[in-house]
């Protein structure tokens, strides 16, 4: 394999799993900690990622450093697939260890605190807890739509705990509360939305940069930018 085809393989994998996972240049660049030239420069075929950030790449999108170097089709990346199903099962396991947590913390509440009427309460924070996680884990793996339905549940999660912690002091008017967590809903809506739309501004932007860029790849390197 010569340098340039090397280039080429490297360039057409990474755009094409980076456009499966629904991300920017930008974006893959902040979860690799480097400039968004750097990976720009990498899919025009101007630069060569280290073997550092091939890992990393491979580990981010579920691929090998072999499936990146090599002339695989993009429907040929199978393990991108199993790499999606291998983070949703990591969430999920996650999720369920914290309601795994609460089941044994009520368990042993009722043993020691058997005339207790507000144990069931522990599922109730279990909610907002769950929902933490999935905010990280969405943060982490996934798109804009699963990060704003994650940050939603977190705040009508946070938002039901609180009302029901404040009935046992009987709490006057607490049931206002929903209306501050619908406003603040409607905030999250408009932030994701904006993000979005700036997401196809910079998809826009760099589909304009790819069309500009020079057919030939240039002299070799190896291209290090980091943020």
Request: hydrophobic content about 50%; proline content about 3%.
């Amino acid at each position: 394999m010569t340098e340039n085809e090397l280039r080429l393989n490297i360039s057409r994998n990474i755009i094409a799993l980076r456009k499966r996972h629904d991300m920017t240049q930008a974006e893959l660049a902040a979860k690799l900690s480097y400039s968004d030239k750097s990976v720009s420069k990498w899919e025009r075929q101007e630069g060569l990622p280290d073997i550092y950030v091939l890992v990393r790449i491979s580990e981010l999108f579920g691929v090998t450093v072999n499936d990146l170097i090599s002339e695989t089709k993009v429907e040929q990346l199978q393990a991108g697939k199993e790499g999606g199903k291998y983070h949703f099962l990591i969430a999920a396991l996650s999720c369920g260890l914290v309601w795994f947590v609460a089941t044994l913390l009520f368990f042993l509440l009722k043993v020691c605190l058997p005339e207790s009427e507000w144990l069931w309460m522990t599922f109730v924070y279990a909610v907002p807890v769950s929902a933490i996680v999935a905010v990280v884990f969405t943060h982490l793996w996934w798109g804009l739509w699963a990060q704003g339905i994650s940050v939603s549940a977190l705040v009508w999660g946070v938002t039901i705990c609180i009302h029901i912690t404040a009935l046992v002091p009987n709490v006057q008017n607490m049931a206002l509360i929903y209306a501050a967590a619908g406003v603040f809903q409607v905030l999250v809506i408009l932030w994701y939305l904006y993000l979005l739309t700036k997401r196809r501004a910079k998809k826009e932007e760099d589909r304009g940069e790819r069309e500009e860029a020079p057919s030939e790849a240039c002299p070799g390197e190896t291209d290090r930018s980091p943020q």
